[in-house]
Structures are given as structure tokens and as C-alpha cells.
């Protein structure tokens, strides 16, 4: 059976929030009406990623509606900017990110040598973590395999990023989908349920 090949309306996750965020301009908006114009898996995702900004001074909090039972919290973009802002706080993809970023400047590497690249003082890349992201570039096609590893000795294997790979520095993400296929002709229907 053939692969099957679809396109997927992903999760866009921060990003899309801040977009979002930034649209609705100084008459701000409220958890509720974020949630309903992004594509955040719950309101408490949202929350937090709200109170991330807030305590960042990106987003501010200017209004409290008197709506039983406890109110409502309306909050606006203070300086609405086309580049999203990264918080250094969020942990989560920070591995990939130091991995990626460690790939792109190296010529050539092997895991222990990226690893050992990507790690700083406060982030420290274990030698599995770094192994098992470059085994799934490895089966994406995103790297260029120089030299085999041997079996006994899985940090003998040297690799390179392709050229083509490395469209920018957002580090790629895996995610988890669920698609409706037809049996009968092995297509997917519809669209694709995306969780990153």
C-alpha cells in the first residue's frame, strides 16, 4: 500500500495566538473570544499563555466586566508587532530548538558533537535526547547520512542537515494526527485532527 500523502491545517499553537491577539486590536478581548478565534486545545492553555504575556508587559490587562459569577477579564496587545514573541520561560520544543539551531551551524556532526553543541549552562541536551531528534530527521530525509553508524558504536555515525532542510530556524516539530481514510481508495477524507 501506498504512503498516503494529505495536507494538514495544523495547530500553529503561540504564534497563531499572538496573530490572533494582535486582530482584535485596542478593544481587546477575553479569554473566551481568544480561544474561539485561535486553535487552543483548552481555555487553560490559553490562560497561561495570556498570564506569560502579561507578566512580560505584551499583553495588558484593561478592562473587568461585572459578569456573574466572577467576572470577565478583557486584555489587549500593548505594541501590536507582525514578529511573535518568544518566551524564554516555555520549556516546551526548547530541546528541538537548541538542536536545530546547533544543526544548521554545523558542517558536519556526529549526536555526541551536537549534544555537546547544543547544550548550555542552563540547557543541558542529553546524548538520547539528541540521538533520537536526529533519528527522526534521519527518517524525515531532513539529514545527509556521511558515514554510517556502526552497530556497537551509535555516536560513530556522522551526519549533515541538507540545504533544502533548513528552510529557517523554527525548529521542525513532530505531531500527532488523526485523519478519516476510505478503505476503498486508501485517501484520507476530510481534513486531519492535529495535535503538536
Not at 490559553?46 to 473587568?64: C, N, P
Amino acid at each position: 500500500m501506498s504512503p498516503l500523502i494529505f495536507k494538514l491545517d495544523l495547530p500553529r499553537g503561540p504564534d497563531h495566538y499572538w496573530k490572533a491577539a494582535c486582530d482584535f486590536g485596542p478593544k481587546g478581548f477575553t479569554v473566551g473570544e481568544l480561544f474561539w478565534a485561535t486553535n487552543a486545545k483548552t481555555r487553560g492553555v490559553l490562560s497561561e499563555w495570556i498570564k506569560a504575556m502579561v507578566a512580560r508587559g505584551l499583553i495588558a490587562l484593561i478592562e473587568k466586566r461585572d459578569v456573574k459569577p466572577r467576572g470577565q477579564f478583557v486584555y489587549a496587545v500593548v505594541r501590536s508587532t507582525s514578529k511573535v514573541p518568544i518566551d524564554p520561560d516555555i520549556k516546551h520544543g526548547r530541546v528541538a530548538r537548541h538542536l536545530w539551531t546547533a544543526m544548521r551551524g554545523l558542517p558536519m556532526f556526529t549526536v555526541g558533537e551536537l549534544a555537546a553543541a547544543a547544550s548550555t549552562d542552563e540547557v543541558v541536551i542529553s546524548h538520547k535526547s539528541a540521538s533520537d531528534y536526529v533519528r527522526k530527521l534521519e527518517l524525515a530525509g531532513a539529514l545527509v547520512v556521511v558515514r554510517e553508524a556502526k552497530r556497537k558504536s551509535l555516536n560513530s555515525g556522522v551526519y549533515r542537515l541538507k540545504r533544502s532542510a533548513d528552510t529557517g530556524p523554527l525548529a521542525p516539530r513532530e505531531i500527532r494526527a488523526k485523519v478519516l481514510v476510505d478503505r476503498n481508495t486508501g485517501r484520507p477524507i476530510g481534513q486531519a485532527e492535529a495535535t503538536l
